[in-house]
């Protein structure tokens, strides 16, 4: 097996945590998807920093096998960032809207 940059590797492993971070989240239930917002927000920062690394190490990248590496982290990484941002969009009025109606419960115009 030709040898990695250890780089690579870490890359690597950042995108894959990210990418199960996000599934777990998004496939989790709460009673409201509000609770996922930041979170995800969180998320899809993070994996905007790795789609940035990746593109970073793919600039100096030495041979095919790092390369191949890179590009699998840029795929789980931007599928991660596609899919937490869709949620966040997807949920946003609802969540907007029901912050609305608590913050008018709570506080009555007088």
Known sequence: MPRTRSGS?????????LAAGSIYMLLTRPELPCEKRAPLTVLATLG?????????????SEGRPQT????????LSAG???????????????????QQ???RLTHPPS
Do not use: E, G
Request: hydrophobic share 65%; glycine share 0%; with cysteine.
């Open 9 to 17: 590797l870490a890359t690597l492993v950042l995108s894959v945590l």
């Open 101 to 103: 109606d608590l913050d």
């Open 68 to 75: 191949r590496i890179l590009i699998l982290c840029l795929l």
């Open 48 to 60: 905007a920093f790795v789609v940035a690394l990746a593109f970073r190490q793919m600039a100096s």
């Open 80 to 98: 991660a960032l596609f899919a937490d941002v869709s949620f966040v969009v997807k949920h946003r009025a609802f969540c907007n809207q029901v």
